[in-house]
């Protein structure tokens, strides 16, 4: 099947009538072709963005949020064909699509459709000057939205959405290893009544079809979620254009466990916060650091554990890890692997590639628990992002804060303690934008979301996204 691009309502071929393989990573069969949009491409959406924008920028905040539900609603309608096309072009099990992934790409189009009918902004009086501010916050214009493949629909949505609602007009790029789900997308919102150029997806690689979005001069501000090499290849060529950017990077977030914890719901969430999404997921909890008197029960509990996952077809509804989303993603995971031995990691479990009957060419990977030496090696300090994790013990607060800080990233950190002071002195201390205390994932979607460090620049969610798709302009009168 081929994907087309959404320009102005239409689907359409690419100009240059250049196109890329799509991949199914359960079988390694290529089962689609999507367009490599070209520059040109990428300027007949602009045009068509520009044009919606007079109009878009105008809708009243109720009409806007009409659209938004509706879209959600009709997301909801189709939640089957939305989570099985999810699982065939990434890989993850389709129970994962159907509770997670295309539940939460509705929820970010009712929560933005509700949240912009509350966004206000502010007036200040100067007292004594005679006079009043008052602050505006307007779209931008056109933006630019780019999105990774590990969470397809359900990111590619959470930056549109604000986008749209703060009255922005949008060009859309989602990864070119997963654009089915924004394909489909594009139907249901025309269906909605979005209007024709308000939202315009181009699919494409990165380096053609994502690098004319961000070197476009009209569009004005990016929200970009991916790899953090790409993420300050972006700043750079946004920085001379002077374009409000969003960046949400890569991370190597800690899990942190204590002996006083709540054992059992530590365990069963730490198999979780490993493993969900093939450890795919940028908040997974890839470095777990366990206090030293129950580590070598952790040890053997938790590699029990992972040992039962299953590693299977993705369409099944027994399988708890899918296939990882390429080939070439599935070879950098098993070099982390074997780099770990060369740096004196044990592997406790995993490690191996799956043969999964009648797939026998899909990207599978057995969940891999590597015991390491010291905090310092490469498979404890770079991303993998894959279904592996480090574990190691630690002996007193201080040092275990050292270990969780010694990174370059700092988007996520998992605490397990039922313990206050240190509750508040290590959520205080931790370098990462967000800490989750005895839970993980647990998202409510008015919170700030991203990363600090190399995880990358400005928070998205609530109405600090609203704030950022908006430009504030104070008007200041005297009387
Ligand atoms: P990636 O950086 O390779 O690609 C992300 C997107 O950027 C894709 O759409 C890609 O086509 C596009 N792109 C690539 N080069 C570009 C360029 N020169 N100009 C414009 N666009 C370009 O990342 P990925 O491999 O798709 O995703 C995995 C990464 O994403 C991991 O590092 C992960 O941690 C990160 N991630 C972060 C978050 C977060 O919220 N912080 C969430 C999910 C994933």
Same mark, same amino acid.
């Given at each position: 099947?081929?994907i087309q691009n959404l320009i102005?309502?239409k689907f359409v071929n690419p100009i240059?009538?250049?196109?890329?393989?799509?991949?199914?990573?359960?079988?390694?069969?290529?089962?689609?072709?999507i367009p490599?949009s070209?520059?040109?491409d990428?300027?007949t959406a602009?045009?068509?963005?520009?044009?919606?924008?007079?109009?878009?920028?105008?809708?009243?905040?109720?009409?806007?949020?009409?659209?938004?539900?509706?879209?959600?609603?009709?997301?909801?309608?189709?939640?089957?064909?939305?989570?099985?096309?999810?699982?065939? $072009?990434?890989?993850?099990?389709?129970?994962?699509?159907?509770?997670?992934?295309?539940?939460?790409?509705?929820?970010?189009?009712?929560?933005?459709?509700?949240?912009?009918?509350?966004?206000?902004?502010?007036?200040?009086?100067?007292?004594?000057?005679?006079?009043?501010?008052?602050?505006?916050?307007?779209?931008?214009?056109?933006?630019?939205?780019?999105?990774?493949?590990?969470?397809?629909?359900?990111?590619?949505?959470?930056?549109?959405?604000?986008?749209?609602?703060?009255?922005?007009?949008?060009?859309?790029?989602?990864?070119?290893?997963?654009?089915?789900?924004?394909y489909?997308?594009g139907?249901?919102?025309?269906?909605?009544?979005?209007?024709?150029?308000?939202?315009n997806i181009v699919h494409g690689?990165?380096?053609?079809t994502?690098?004319?979005?961000?070197?476009?001069?009209?569009?004005?501000?990016?929200?970009?979620?991916?790899?953090?090499?790409?993420?300050?290849?972006?700043?750079?060529?946004?920085?001379?254009?002077?374009?409000?950017?969003?960046?949400?990077?890569?991370?190597?977030?800690?899990?942190?466990?204590?002996?006083?914890?709540?054992?059992?719901?530590?365990?069963?969430?730490?198999?979780?916060?490993?493993?969900?999404?093939?450890?795919?997921?940028?908040?997974?909890?890839?470095?777990?650091?366990?206090?030293?008197?129950?580590?070598?029960?952790?040890?053997?509990?938790?590699?029990?554990?992972?040992?039962?996952?299953?590693?299977?077809?993705?369409?099944?509804?027994?399988?708890?890890?899918?296939?990882?989303?390429?080939?070439?993603?599935?070879?950098?995971?098993?070099?982390?692997?074997?780099?770990?031995?060369?740096?004196?990691?044990?592997?406790?479990?995993?490690?191996?590639? *799956?043969?999964?009957?009648?797939?026998?060419?899909?990207?599978?990977?057995?969940?891999?628990?590597?015991?390491?030496?010291? $905090?310092?090696?490469?498979?404890?300090?770079?991303?993998?992002?894959?279904?592996?994790?480090?574990?190691?013990?630690?002996?007193?607060?201080?040092?275990?804060?050292?270990?969780?800080?010694?990174?370059?990233?700092?988007?996520?950190?998992?605490?397990?303690?039922?313990?206050?002071?240190?509750? @508040?002195?290590?959520?205080?201390?931790?370098?990462?934008?967000? *800490?989750?205390?005895?839970?993980? @994932?647990?998202?409510?979607?008015?919170?700030?979301?991203?990363?600090?460090?190399?995880?990358?620049?400005?928070?998205?969610?609530?109405?600090?996204?609203?704030?950022?798709?908006?430009?504030?302009?104070?008007?200041?009168?005297?009387?």
């Amino acid at each position: 099947m081929k994907i087309q691009n959404l320009i102005n309502g239409k689907f359409v071929n690419p100009i240059s009538n250049d196109w890329i393989d799509n991949y199914c990573p359960a079988n390694g069969e290529v089962y689609g072709h999507i367009p490599n949009s070209s520059k040109e491409d990428v300027e007949t959406a602009y045009k068509s963005a520009q044009k919606a924008f007079k109009h878009w920028s105008q809708t009243t905040f109720e009409e806007r949020s009409r659209i938004l539900i509706k879209i959600s609603e009709l997301l909801e309608a189709n939640l089957d064909q939305f989570a099985e096309a999810e699982s065939k $072009d990434n890989g993850k099990p389709i129970s994962l699509a159907k509770s997670i992934d295309i539940p939460r790409a509705a929820s970010n189009f009712r929560f933005f459709g509700n949240a912009i009918t509350q966004f206000a902004s502010e007036s200040h009086e100067s007292v004594g000057q005679d006079a009043i501010n008052y602050t505006l916050r307007q779209p931008i214009g056109v933006v630019g939205c780019i999105s990774p493949w590990n969470l397809p629909l359900y990111l590619f949505t959470w930056k549109i959405a604000p986008a749209i609602a703060a009255g922005n007009c949008v060009v859309a790029k989602p990864s070119e290893v997963t654009p089915m789900t924004a394909y489909l997308l594009g139907q249901i919102c025309t269906e909605a009544g979005l209007p024709h150029g308000v939202l315009n997806i181009v699919h494409g690689l990165g380096s053609t079809t994502g690098q004319a979005i961000i070197e476009h001069p009209e569009i004005k501000a990016i929200s970009f979620t991916g790899g953090t090499e790409t993420g300050a290849h972006i700043a750079k060529m946004a920085a001379p254009l002077f374009k409000k950017l969003s960046l949400e990077l890569g991370g190597k977030n800690p899990n942190i466990i204590f002996s006083d914890c709540d054992y059992d719901d530590m365990l069963e969430t730490t198999v979780r916060s490993s493993f969900a999404n093939q450890g795919q997921i940028c908040l997974c909890g890839s470095r777990i650091f366990v206090e030293a008197s129950i580590y070598k029960k952790f040890k053997t509990d938790f590699v029990s554990r992972v040992k039962q996952l299953k590693v299977g077809n993705p369409a099944m509804a027994i399988t708890d890890l899918g296939a990882l989303v390429s080939k070439q993603h599935l070879e950098k995971v098993l070099r982390y692997i074997d780099l770990a031995k060369t740096e004196k990691g044990k592997i406790l479990c995993g490690g191996q590639k *799956v043969l999964v009957k009648g797939l026998k060419n899909g990207y599978y990977l057995e969940p891999t628990v590597i015991e390491v030496a010291t $905090d310092e090696c490469r498979v404890n300090q770079e991303e993998i992002f894959g279904p592996v994790v480090t574990i190691m013990p630690f002996n007193t607060e201080n040092e275990v804060l050292e270990m969780a800080n010694k990174v370059k990233y700092g988007l996520s950190a998992t605490l397990w303690t039922n313990n206050l002071k240190r509750t @508040m002195h290590l959520s205080n201390r931790l370098e990462a934008g967000i *800490v989750w205390v005895n839970t993980w @994932m647990l998202r409510d979607l008015r919170t700030p979301f991203g990363g600090t460090k190399a995880s990358g620049v400005g928070r998205e969610g609530g109405f600090e996204a609203l704030r950022f798709f908006t430009e504030a302009k104070n008007v200041c009168i005297k009387y």
